[in-house]
């Protein structure tokens, strides 16, 4: 068993350095399969998701060796064209694979994801954009079979919703298929943005990328890039809301205030004091927050990944706050361990109703995915007594030196287990 043991009560202060952005890097690493040769990837973040993204490169071919936050892959002329069940159950962007396997061998076999804690998560709009640039999909025995049987062409795709996974696999496609791609209704997170100008190093034509129409226009051949990761934003906001929910005084730097414009103009409506620089912020933390209304969106609306963290600084708020999640259809699994803690918050349709209270109080607590993990971390910080949150491995996941991170902002917090 993981876990990660807090004994709340201390205040955070001091300086924290974020590292690349998970939710950058694991597509990156899918964008060298494009072209064969060495590629080389800075800032890249010691977590698991990587590590798993480097099994699956591995299992097609690929190889990937890290030194420090550098990674070097290593990418063969010939891919082999499928990747099993255990490694996409273990990390759903495995199915990125797809857009990348179609455009530069035909065919690809991925295992079909499966649901999860936030929800069913279909595949559809993924399939339905490549679907139109030419590639024909059948399941069979829980594997999807797909091919391109005259190759991948440009095409006029409108997505349904703004899915990210959808924009970068038709992204990925679209580089080296033949003509023009038109992906309208397209994610515009920065972490997509970084993807398009790592493709645009390698030779890709694409332009719109960071707004809602993407224009790709197919190149035959890329080549190996060089890239530095784009800052992870999710890493800034949570020890932003862990200086915040312990009245600290905490910078993070080496990051990009502007990625998280909406989280941090609800933290300082929450009564925290924000300031911002080129590429850090500070937030001074009040001494109780206040309750705050906020609404998940995609970008740049408040990010679905910082919201637990978000409910667990306004679980001590002085009122109620009301919070609704418009990008997944049920991530309310948290809400249930953070009443353990004597929280006072429960979900209603898609709505959260947070009632805040004067104090948490610590016991074990189960960490179902890491943002829940990150955000009943940041409530034990703030607990009576010790927290124990289980399921540190989800914290392992997406988050480069959690722990020792936190320590050295003050934080009486260690790791339990292997
Ligand atoms: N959706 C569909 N059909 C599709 C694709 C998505 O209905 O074909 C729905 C999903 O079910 C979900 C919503 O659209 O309700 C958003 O999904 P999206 O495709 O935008 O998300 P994703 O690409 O699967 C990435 C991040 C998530 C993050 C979301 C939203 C990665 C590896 N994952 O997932 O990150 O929550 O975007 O911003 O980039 C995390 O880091 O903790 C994490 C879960």
Same mark, same amino acid.
């Given at each position: 068993?993981?876990?990660?043991?807090?004994?709340?009560?201390?205040?955070?202060?001091?300086?924290?350095?974020? %590292?690349?952005?998970? &939710? #950058?890097?694991?597509?990156?690493?899918?964008?060298?399969?494009? *072209?064969?040769?060495?590629?080389?990837?800075? &800032?890249?973040?010691?977590?698991?998701?990587?590590?798993?993204?480097?099994?699956?490169?591995?299992?097609?071919?690929?190889?990937?060796?890290?030194?420090?936050?550098?990674?070097?892959?290593?990418?063969?002329?010939?891919? =082999?064209?499928? +990747?099993?069940?255990?490694?996409?159950?273990?990390?759903?962007?495995?199915?990125?694979?797809?857009?990348?396997?179609?455009?530069?061998?035909? @065919?690809?076999?991925?295992?079909?994801?499966?649901?999860?804690?936030?929800?069913?998560?279909?595949?559809?709009?993924?399939?339905?954009?490549? =679907?139109?640039?030419?590639?024909?999909?059948?399941?069979?025995?829980?594997?999807?079979?797909?091919?391109?049987?005259?190759?991948?062409?440009?095409?006029?795709?409108?997505?349904?919703?703004?899915?990210?996974? #959808?924009?970068?696999?038709?992204?990925?496609?679209?580089?080296?298929?033949?003509?023009?791609?038109?992906?309208?209704?397209?994610?515009?997170?920065?972490?997509?943005?970084?993807?398009?100008?790592?493709?645009?190093?390698?030779?890709?034509?694409?332009?719109?990328?960071?707004?809602?129409?993407?224009?790709?226009?197919?190149?035959?051949?890329?080549?190996?890039?060089?890239?530095?990761?784009?800052?992870?934003?999710?890493?800034?906001?949570?020890?932003?809301? *862990?200086?915040?929910?312990?009245?600290?005084? $905490?910078?993070?730097?080496?990051?990009?205030?502007?990625?998280? @414009?909406?989280? %941090?103009?609800?933290?300082? /409506? /929450?009564?925290?004091?924000?300031? +911002?620089?080129?590429?850090?912020?500070?937030?001074?933390?009040?001494?109780?927050?206040?309750?705050?209304?906020?609404?998940?969106?995609?970008?740049?609306?408040?990010?679905?990944?910082?919201?637990?963290?978000?409910?667990?600084?306004?679980? $001590?708020?002085?009122?109620?706050?009301?919070?609704?999640? &418009?990008?997944?259809?049920?991530?309310?699994?948290?809400?249930?361990?953070? &009443?353990?803690?004597?929280?006072?918050?429960?979900?209603?349709?898609?709505?959260?109703?947070?009632?805040?209270?004067?104090?948490?109080?610590?016991?074990?607590?189960?960490?179902?995915?890491?943002?829940?993990?990150?955000?009943?971390?940041?409530?034990?910080?703030?607990?009576?007594?010790?927290?124990? $949150?289980?399921?540190?491995?989800?914290?392992?996941?997406?988050?480069?030196?959690?722990?020792?991170?936190?320590? /050295?902002?003050?934080?009486?917090?260690?790791?339990?287990?292997?």
């Amino acid at each position: 068993m993981r876990a990660i043991k807090v004994v709340g009560g201390r205040s955070l202060h001091g300086t924290v350095a974020v %590292l690349g952005a998970k &939710n #950058a890097v694991l597509k990156h690493m899918v964008a060298t399969l494009l *072209a064969p040769g060495t590629h080389r990837l800075d &800032n890249v973040p010691e977590i698991e998701d990587v590590a798993i993204m480097a099994e699956v490169l591995r299992h097609l071919g690929a190889d990937g060796e890290r030194s420090g936050n550098r990674l070097v892959v290593e990418v063969p002329e010939d891919l =082999r064209p499928e +990747t099993p069940l255990d490694l996409v159950r273990r990390m759903r962007a495995s199915i990125l694979v797809l857009g990348a396997l179609l455009a530069r061998r035909g @065919r690809a076999r991925v295992a079909f994801p499966g649901g999860d804690d936030f929800g069913s998560r279909p595949i559809d709009l993924h399939l339905e954009g490549l =679907r139109a640039m030419g590639a024909e999909f059948e399941l069979r025995h829980g594997v999807l079979h797909a091919e391109a049987p005259r190759g991948l062409h440009g095409a006029d795709v409108y997505l349904e919703f703004p899915s990210v996974g #959808a924009t970068e696999n038709l992204l990925l496609a679209a580089v080296l298929a033949d003509g023009v791609t038109t992906i309208g209704n397209a994610a515009r997170e920065p972490e997509l943005e970084d993807l398009a100008a790592y493709l645009g190093k390698m030779g890709a034509k694409i332009e719109g990328a960071g707004t809602s129409t993407i224009v790709v226009h197919g190149v035959s051949e890329l080549t190996p890039g060089a890239h530095r990761v784009i800052p992870d934003r999710l890493e800034a906001g949570t020890y932003a809301a *862990a200086a915040a929910i312990t009245g600290g005084d $905490v910078t993070i730097t080496r990051c990009v205030p502007a990625h998280l @414009r909406m989280e %941090l103009t609800k933290l300082a /409506a /929450a009564g925290a004091e924000v300031t +911002t620089g080129d590429d850090w912020f500070r937030v001074v933390g009040p001494e109780r927050p206040a309750p705050v209304d906020f609404a998940t969106l995609p970008y740049p609306g408040f990010h679905t990944d910082m919201h637990p963290q978000m409910v667990a600084l306004l679980s $001590v708020a002085d009122g109620t706050s009301i919070v609704t999640e &418009n990008v997944y259809a049920s991530r309310f699994r948290y809400l249930g361990e953070l &009443n353990r803690l004597g929280a006072d918050v429960h979900a209603d349709g898609q709505h959260v109703v947070v009632r805040g209270v004067e104090r948490l109080s610590g016991c074990e607590v189960d960490g179902c995915d890491i943002r829940a993990a990150a955000a009943l971390t940041i409530a034990g910080l703030r607990a009576d007594g010790e927290t124990t $949150v289980v399921g540190a491995e989800h914290i392992d996941r997406g988050y480069d030196g959690f722990v020792a991170k936190l320590r /050295a902002l003050g934080a009486a917090v260690e790791r339990l287990g292997e």
